[in-house]
T-cell receptor, first 113, second 114 residues
Framework: QQQVKQSPQSLIVQKGGISIINCAYE??????FPWYQQFPGKGPALLIAIRPDVSEKKEGRFTISFNKSAKQFSLHIMDSQPGDSATYFC????????????FGKGTMLLVSP | NAGVTQTPKFQVLKTGQSMTLQCAQD?????MYWYRQDPGMGLRLIYY???????DKGEVPNGYNVSRLNKREFSLRLESAAPSQTSVYFC?????????????FGQGTRLTVV
């Protein structure tokens, strides 16, 4: 059973547009929700993360929106640039002692010039 | 800053051959992980080591073994490689405690089993 569902699988956005990637989770014990960015041939790297005590977190052009009641969170990339073209993964982790990250299946974003 | 270093970067194996993927981190992290990445499947956890001396199975452990050699090193072994193990393998590490949640990834090992 997939615990973190991510959509869309791929996304094409024009330069300057807004990219939106959505994730939904089942397990209410999750309490940490990061987004990772991966460029071709590289390992994933942390982009931005949120905990469920806030509904939004913004870092530069990247914003996470979090809806605890709906068990959904999303990544918004404002003023998307060709350099943002990458694969994005959402993830979740539980708060009990030690636990690992559960990843979504990823979204391949292409920002056209 | 080396971070997480994986070797080799590329490998081609014949079915039935064995090999060990090496991973080392220089961030003094307690926890280390092995993931595999397949198209459309995201990152799936194979094994992890919460701390030196402990290892646990993840989502897809069959066909793999691991060794936490010391705090820095965590290796992944394929005893008898199968074509289904063709994948990109990532090692990652993270610190201890609920505040140290960021996982740092290596550059990956692209493995092809023919």
């Amino acid at each position: 059973q997939q615990q973190v569902k991510q959509s869309p699988q791929s996304l094409i956005v024009q330069k300057g547009g807004i990219s939106i990637i959505n994730c939904a989770y089942e397990n209410t014990a999750f309490d940490y929700f990061p987004w990772y960015q991966q460029f071709p041939g590289k390992g994933p790297a942390l982009l931005i993360a949120i905990r469920p005590d806030v509904s939004e977190k913004k870092e530069g052009r990247f914003t996470i929106s979090f809806n605890k009641s709906a068990k959904q969170f999303s990544l918004h990339i404002m003023d998307s640039q060709p350099g943002d073209s990458a694969t994005y993964f959402c993830a979740a982790r539980m708060n009990s002692g030690y636990s690992t990250l559960t990843f979504g299946k990823g979204t391949m974003l292409l920002v056209s010039p | 800053n080396a971070g997480v270093t994986q070797t080799p970067k590329f490998q081609v194996l014949k079915t039935g051959q064995s090999m060990t993927l090496q991973c080392a981190q220089d961030m003094n992290h307690n926890s280390m992980y092995w993931y595999r990445q397949d198209p459309g499947m995201g990152l799936r956890l194979i094994y992890y080591s919460a701390s030196e001396g402990t290892t646990d199975k993840g989502e897809v452990p069959n066909g793999y073994n691991v060794s936490r050699l010391n705090k820095r090193e965590f290796s992944l072994r394929l005893e008898s490689a199968a074509p289904s193990q063709t994948s990109v393998y990532f090692c990652a590490s993270s610190g201890a405690g609920v505040q140290n949640t960021e996982a740092f990834f290596g550059q990956g090992t692209r493995l092809t089993v023919v």
